[in-house]
């Protein structure tokens, strides 16, 4: 069955520092892959969408990158900042919209 | 724009009762779609429209469960009769389609249902 798995556990770290993310995924071939933000209360914000076809995208001090082989994204966030403290999930689409399946999130907390 | 707009933000209220969601999308957005969100299940599809036509309602948990789109601003979810582990965070996105393909979806604030 299709599966898709986040950081097992939530992540912590100190300002300034890359977090990464992880997404990797099992009997899946996604054509888009996703990754939205979610503060407490609030609903999923999207940040970057990357193609099958594309290695990495950037948007500011994002950064995803998406291997098919591995089955796998990664997502950075540099000089990470208290504000990025969030829930980051993926969601992988087969389709050019359609329905998304999404991960359950990792929750990273950024400590001054 | 406003976004996509859902009402009531929240709702009590007891086993057997019939609960209904609300969603407004964002204007001149195709699709639009209903979650649900847990702190064990994360966020699941329930169902989706496109051009208000019911695409996929695999996601619907069961009977009980009903959702109508009756034009292009306006969607409803049913429950009914509702029970406890119906309890969750209802979200509803939308978006739109494009050639190029960008599935970004806008989601709504949700709406907290409590069951009791």
């Known amino acids: 069955s299709q599966k898709i798995e986040q950081n097992s556990e939530a992540l912590n770290i100190q300002e300034g520092k890359t977090a990464t993310l992880t997404c990797n995924y099992t009997?899946?071939?996604?054509?888009?892959l996703q990754w939205y933000r979610q503060d407490p209360g609030r609903g999923p914000v999207f940040l970057l969408l990357?193609?099958?076809?594309?290695k990495e995208k950037r948007k500011e001090r994002l950064k995803v990158t998406f291997d098919t082989t591995l089955k796998q994204s990664l997502f950075h966030i540099t000089a990470s900042q208290p504000a990025d403290s969030a829930t980051y999930l993926c969601?992988?689409?087969?389709?050019?919209?359609?329905?998304?399946?999404f991960g359950d999130g990792t929750t990273l907390t950024v400590k001054p | 724009d406003a976004g996509v707009i859902q009402s009531p933000r929240h709702e009590v209220t007891e086993m057997g009762q019939e609960v209904t969601l609300r969603c407004k999308p964002i204007?001149?957005?195709?699709?639009l779609f209903w979650y649900r969100q847990t702190m064990m299940r994360g966020l699941e599809l329930l169902i989706y429209?496109?051009?208000?036509?019911?695409?996929?309602d695999s996601g619907m948990p069961e009977d009980r469960f009903s959702a109508k789109m009756p034009n292009a601003s306006f969607s409803t979810l049913k429950i009914q009769p509702s029970e406890p582990r119906d309890s969750a965070v209802y979200f509803c996105?939308?978006?739109?389609?494009?050639?190029?393909?960008?599935?970004?979806?806008?989601f709504g604030p949700g709406t907290r249902l409590t069951v009791l």
């Open positions: 204007s001149g957005h195709d699709y």
């Open positions: 009997n899946y071939s996604p054509a888009y």
């Open positions: 990357i193609r099958e076809n594309e």
């Open positions: 996105a939308s978006s739109l389609s494009r050639g190029g393909g960008s599935n970004e979806q806008f």
């Open positions: 969601a992988l689409d087969r389709t050019n919209a359609g329905k998304s399946t």
């Open positions: 429209f496109n051009n208000n036509v019911p695409i996929d």
